[in-house]
């Protein structure tokens, strides 16, 4: 599913997920997509991982779209799972490589805290069932909740993965589990020592807009105010939060795929904003290097 508008728009999704993580298309498909809905760019921002990046740059390079190398960093602060954006990132470093597969390693650790105590509550999955749900990732690929969701699915626990997320796998859910992660302001170091922009994801989702402030005021460079998950409202408030603080306001979809017959979070193309944005990121990555 993609939002069909003008390229001459110049336009900009800079939050799409492929099967290097949890997202349901190939990187290349994400890039397809992006061109069919007319974009200028489009980010590759899966969890954890960089996976994806060369061949949706090369895919760009065929098509003409603009492909911004990304990456989505799980944190937690205050009991609050924060998701921190890097963009422009080296993802050849060898100490970034690394503390991504420290996240991979933690995120694997969870998964399977996460079975463990869903066979507690009677309703065992095999982790075969959610590799299954997982098939088509990319090399190297992340298993996320989503694929544990698709497993409870196929299994017939719950209708649907959003089901699966409000009474099993989201914060506060009966079977979500915590495993230490970096602070946020760990992250956003991590990404600038990486040569790259680090960016607040989704703030509307935490509920917790002094600590989104607090991380702004400590170096991170943007705030993702256009979200799919955001109403007009958020959008509003965390665009001046952003014009405040002087940071970068961004946007993204936050694409995975089409599950249970729509686009989770939302459609491709759905969340956009001006393609000088990209620009305005690649600069500030600039001043980490």
Not at 27 to 42: K, M, Q, T, Y
Not at 82 to 102: M, P, Q, S, T
Not at 168 to 190: C, F, K
Request: charged content about 25%; aromatic content about 4%; cysteine-free.
């Amino acid at each position: 599913m993609v939002v069909k508008t003008a390229v001459s728009a110049g336009r900009a999704d800079l939050h799409t997920h492929t099967t290097a993580s949890d997202g349901q298309g190939a990187p290349a498909v994400n890039v397809r997509l992006a061109r069919e809905a007319g974009l200028a760019a489009v980010a590759i921002t899966d969890h954890d991982t960089t996976a994806g990046i060369e061949e949706a740059l090369a895919e760009g390079a065929r098509l003409g779209v603009r492909v911004v190398p990304g990456v989505e960093l799980s944190t937690m602060q205050d009991g609050v799972e924060i998701h921190v954006l890097g963009y422009f990132v080296d993802w050849r470093d060898e100490r970034w490589r690394e503390r991504l597969r420290a996240q991979r390693n933690a995120r694997a650790r969870r998964n399977a805290m996460m079975l463990e105590r869903l066979a507690e509550l009677g309703l065992p999955v095999d982790r075969e069932e959610v590799e299954r749900a997982a098939d088509g990732r990319a090399s190297g690929g992340v298993i996320g909740r989503l694929h544990i969701a698709a497993a409870l699915v196929a299994r017939g626990y719950v209708s649907s993965v959003a089901e699966a997320f409000e009474r099993y796998l989201g914060n506060g859910g009966a079977a979500y589990v915590r495993v230490p992660r970096p602070t946020p302001r760990e992250a956003v170091d991590w990404i600038h020592e990486a040569g790259g922009a680090a960016v607040i994801a989704h703030p509307g989702l935490y509920g917790r807009d002094d600590l989104v402030e607090a991380l702004l005021r400590a170096g991170a460079d943007g705030i993702e105010a256009y979200h799919s998950d955001h109403g007009p409202d958020d959008e509003a408030r965390y665009a001046d939060m952003a014009a405040r603080l002087g940071v970068i306001a961004t946007g993204g979809s936050d694409y995975h795929g089409e599950r249970d017959g729509k686009a989770f979070h939302g459609p491709l193309g759905g969340r956009t904003v001006d393609a000088s944005v990209v620009d305005l990121l690649e600069a500030a990555s600039r001043k980490h290097r």
